[in-house]
C-alpha cells in the first residue's frame, strides 16, 4: 500500500516556530516528504483565551494506515510536552492527521480513534489556506466529501502567512 498523508501542524506555547520546524524534521526523517506549507499564524478557535497559533501543513508518502499514523504523531506531541488538559486550549504542539490516500484513493474513518477526513477541516482556514499554497494536484487538492479545497469556505478567522516554512 502507498499512502499519503495530510498532517496539520499547530502551537501556540513555547518557541512555536521552532517546535513545528523540528516536528516537520521528525516527520520527514519518517515519511517521504511531498509538500510542505509556509507557517501561518491564525486566531484562536474554541473560546478559551489564549495566545495566536501558529500553523502549516505538510503532505508525506508513507506506507503506514491511518492509526499507525496517529500514533507516531501522538509520540511526537509527546516528545515536545503536549497535554491534553483543555479541548482546543493551548498547546506546545497539535499534529492531526487531515486527510489520507491509499493507492490514490481517499481514506473514509468514523472511528472514535480517527476519523478520515478530519470531520472540521473543510471551516478551518488554518487548514485550506496552507493547503491551497500546497499546491497538489488530483485527489490530493480535494477534501473527500467536501471537494476542492480551492472551493472551500472556511469561518471568519484571521490568518497572517509568514515568510518562514516548515522545512526552513
Known amino acids: 500500500m502507498t499512502g499519503t498523508v495530510l498532517i496539520a ?3 501556540n506555547l513555547g518557541d512555536p516556530i521552532r517546535t513545528l520546524q523540528v516536528a516537520y524534521q521528525e516527520l520527514a526523517q519518517l515519511w517521504t516528504p511531498v509538500a510542505a506549507s509556509s507557517v501561518y499564524r491564525s486566531t484562536p478557535v474554541g473560546g478559551v483565551e489564549q495566545a495566536d497559533f501558529l500553523n502549516a501543513l505538510a503532505a508525506f508518502a508513507t506506507e503506514n494506515s491511518g492509526s499507525e499514523i ?3 504523531l501522538h509520540q511526537i506531541e509527546n516528545v515536545h510536552a503536549r497535554t491534553r488538559e483543555v479541548r482546543w486550549g493551548p498547546r506546545t504542539l497539535d499534529l492531526d492527521v487531515i486527510a489520507l490516500w491509499e493507492d490514490a484513493e481517499p481514506v473514509i474513518s468514523t472511528n472514535s480513534v480517527l476519523t478520515l ?3 472540521r477541516a473543510w471551516e478551518r482556514v ?3 489556506a496552507p493547503w491551497q499554497e500546497l499546491k497538489l494536484s ?3 487538492a480535494e477534501l473527500p466529501g467536501y471537494g476542492p479545497v480551492s472551493e472551500l469556505r472556511s469561518t471568519n478567522e484571521e490568518i497572517t502567512r509568514l ?3 516548515l522545512s526552513s
Request: glycine share 16%.
Open 9 to 11: 501542524f499547530g502551537a
Open 138 to 140: 488530483g485527489q490530493l
Open 70 to 72: 496517529l500514533n507516531t
Open 163 to 165: 515568510e518562514i516554512g
Open 117 to 119: 477526513p478530519h470531520p
Open 126 to 128: 488554518f487548514v485550506t
